[in-house]
């Protein structure tokens, strides 16, 4: 692949913000003033940094119950899994399948498919680089929907709020499983796709 | 070589030749097929006139009822707020500043920072604060998820229909309304154009 077809092999940076060029011994861009980086400044280790946290939660946010239905006195608590299996036995399999893909599966393909990204840029690893930016843009755009089971948990505990009738309660999972959707988006958002361009050859 | 005749992909840093496209093109980026500029027609008006319509659905779909449930007699409505509040009270305020900020202050940021930038492009107001309300605009734009929130309140609405009786309130057509401005605002959001025009406006005034 050519490598001199790039605005930085030709001594220009592209603003972040505004998207006009600039020479590289440019400190702020002249149309929107914001600071100009040939490349998101550390975007390797910021989007470790960020993986690891959100695989670290990832952990509490599937084992501890994520909220507590309480029916005439009776609590139950839920964890996330427990939940779609509830749902599974209510013969709401569309619904059941929907919240599977969005808080399961979207959150562990995204964190496998960054760290596969990062492999890919530490190691040099030779791929077909538009193919990998094409899987950056679908972890970059799935990311917002993980965030589906903590809407549904605050409509459900402001709607159910009926004293001993019926009650429910978020669980401490909720704040991991928060915690791990907006650290992989912030994880998605600090890496830089140029970054797999930069490494082939 | 004048550099304002080139631009550079986002994501793999191509340099190109710039292009003007016409409305209804797509231009993409050659090798990694990025969507550089779809230009819409009367970007400037038709941003101006819904986020106007956003300004006025704001409050109606954050404090009306969006849906209410019937237990045994026991009546129980929520609005966006409401759960907010919920939530913060039972002492989980970490996921409840995360729904704040997601579903209701950044909508709302984005609404009115879009209206104060289309505003002042429209009547050729320069201001020295507009490139940082875009800038602004563009990075809290991601973090407004209200569509993620309409399937949550759908997912809701299925687990709760089994045990109780439910009401929809007129919050929720607002909410409805808002999320459909929101989008159509966003496509038609030529960034491009409001880049050059601000650039344009504010040199002006410096001569």
Not at chain 2, 37 to 65: D, K, Q, V, W, Y
Not at chain 2, 174 to 196: E, I, P
């Amino acid at each position: 692949m050519k490598k001199n077809n790039t605005a930085l092999a030709q001594g220009l940076i592209r603003c972040h913000d505004c998207g006009c060029l600039a020479q590289r011994s440019v400190v702020n861009c002249s149309r929107c003033g914001s600071q100009l980086h040939a490349r998101l400044p550390n975007s390797f280790q910021r989007t470790f940094a960020l993986l690891l946290s959100g695989l670290a939660l990832y952990i509490p946010a599937n084992l501890f119950p994520i909220m507590t239905v309480t029916q005439l006195g009776v609590g139950e608590p839920h964890t996330i899994l427990g939940g779609i299996i509830a749902l599974i036995h209510s013969d709401m399999l569309p619904i059941a399948m929907l919240v599977l893909v969005a808080s399961i599966l979207v959150p562990l393909l995204k964190l496998l498919g960054l760290s596969l990204l990062l492999l890919c840029v530490h190691y040099r690893w030779q791929v077909n680089a538009k193919r990998w930016t094409q899987m950056y843009r679908i972890i970059a755009f799935v990311g917002r929907w993980s965030m589906l089971d903590i809407f549904m948990i605050s409509i459900l505990v402001s709607l159910v709020d009926l004293g001993g009738v019926a009650q429910i309660i978020a669980g401490s999972a909720a704040t991991a499983f928060a915690a791990v959707v907006i650290l992989t988006i912030f994880a998605a958002k600090s890496f830089d796709p140029r970054l797999i361009w930069d490494v082939q050859i | 070589m004048n550099i304002k005749n080139y631009l550079a992909c986002p994501e793999c840093d191509l340099l190109l030749q710039r292009v003007l496209p016409v409305v209804g093109e797509k231009i993409h980026c050659p090798r990694c097929n990025y969507l550089l500029h779809r230009p819409s027609a009367e970007s400037i008006t038709r941003t101006f006139a819904l986020s106007l319509a956003g300004f006025c659905l704001l409050l109606p779909a954050n404090l009306l009822p969006i849906v209410g449930i019937k237990v045994l007699e026991n009546y129980h409505d929520g609005t966006l707020l409401s759960g907010v509040l919920t939530l913060f009270k039972e002492g989980m305020w970490g996921v409840s500043i995360v729904v704040f900020l997601s579903s209701m202050l950044f909508p709302i940021l984005n609404i009115v920072l879009a209206c104060l930038i289309s505003g002042h492009l429209y009547f050729n107001r320069p201001n020295r604060y507009l490139s940082l309300w875009l800038r602004t605009l563009q990075h809290i734009e991601e973090w407004a998820m209200l569509e993620v929130y309409l399937l949550g309140i759908i997912v809701a609405c299925v687990k709760l229909a089994a045990m109780a009786e439910l009401k929809f309130g007129l919050g929720l057509t607002a909410f409805v309304l808002l999320l459909l401005v929101t989008l159509t605002l966003a496509s038609h959001f030529d960034h491009v154009l409001f880049w050059r025009h601000i650039e344009q406006l504010n040199s002006h005034e410096k001569k």
